[in-house]
């Protein structure tokens, strides 16, 4: 009964929540949104600057060059689109690293920080379109707070455990365990769904910026041709199900108009 009563109020105090306006495909789910966004940022970039302290070591880490500019360029002229999606997000401290990496992969953590590697645009041979789809799909993950959505769903089955737990007297270890286990979620990965959002809000964004998005239906032929040699990283950490083109193929119709006006300007 108690612990019935605390979930529900977790769930009305941070309440289920939607972070953006919808998009062009109408889609606009609602989420499970418990934990604070500052949480969640310190979290991001607790994890980014170890990741970049780490990189930087190994002289990884590309922070210049034309390799950097070029898809630094791509990320800042997507940037000002966000707006359509969340007026607050053109604001965000945005920030890319480039890691120099043979892994085909691209990430981002909250708040907008954006980390792609070397491998990706090398061995793909993306052109600017592909990068832009790419990267339209990432700032998506952060623009939905897709990565404090994860963390809530965590926390609460983490609170399920420590108050179950508590229940039991099992006291401290299980919350210790709960933390943990908040901790470890930033590298789980995104949930199909958020991933199928990233792609229709990904799109949308490129295609605002003047980007064909098009671009998204070869460079996933590209990415399913790697899988020939082992799964592509980028595929493994963003499940690319057998339908996934043919999802974004259907958008094209919707996308298009976007493109077209972009580049009418
Ligand atoms: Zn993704």
């Known amino acids: 009964m108690k612990i019935g009563f605390l979930l529900l109020s977790l769930l009305l105090i941070g309440g ?3 972070t953006t306006t919808a998009n062009i495909a109408g889609k606009n789910r609602s989420q499970l949104l418990i934990v604070p966004v500052a949480e969640v940022n310190r979290m991001s970039l607790d994890y980014f600057a170890k990741q970049n302290d780490d990189a930087r070591s190994k002289h990884r880490l590309v922070t210049s060059g034309p390799e950097f500019v070029r ?13 359509a999606l969340r007026k607050d997000a053109i604001d965000w401290p945005w920030e890319l690293v480039l890691i120099d990496a043979p892994e085909v992969n691209a990430h981002v953590m909250a708040g907008g ?5 070397t491998g990706l ?4 041979k993306l052109n600017d379109d592909e990068i832009a789809v790419v990267m339209g799909h990432e700032m998506a993950h952060a623009l939905r707070e897709h990565t ?29 365990i709960a933390g943990l286990a908040q901790q470890l979620a930033l590298e789980l990965p995104f949930s199909r ?3 199928s959002e990233a792609d229709v809000f990904g799109l949308e964004l490129a295609a605002r910026a003047g980007y ?13 041709a ?9 595929l493994s950490t963003h499940p690319a199900p057998k339908n996934r083109k043919q999802e974004l193929a259907a958008l094209m119709p919707k996308v298009m108009p976007l493109y077209q006006a972009a580049n009418r300007r």
């Open 71 to 83: 898809v630094e360029a791509i990320m800042r002229r997507l940037v000002p689109h966000s707006a």
């Open 193 to 195: 769904k958020m991933e």
């Open 212 to 224: 064909d998005p098009q671009a998204a239906l070869g460079l996933w032929d590209k990415m399913s």
């Open 16 to 18: 289920c929540a939607t």
């Open 148 to 176: 404090r959505e994860k963390i809530s769903e965590q926390q609460l089955a983490g609170a399920v455990v420590s108050l179950g737990g508590a229940a039991l007297g099992a006291g401290k270890t299980t919350m210790q």
């Open 226 to 234: 790697q899988g020939g040699a082992g799964i592509p990283q980028f």
């Open 121 to 124: 645009i090398r061995q793909l």
């Open 113 to 117: 920080k954006v980390t792609v590697y």
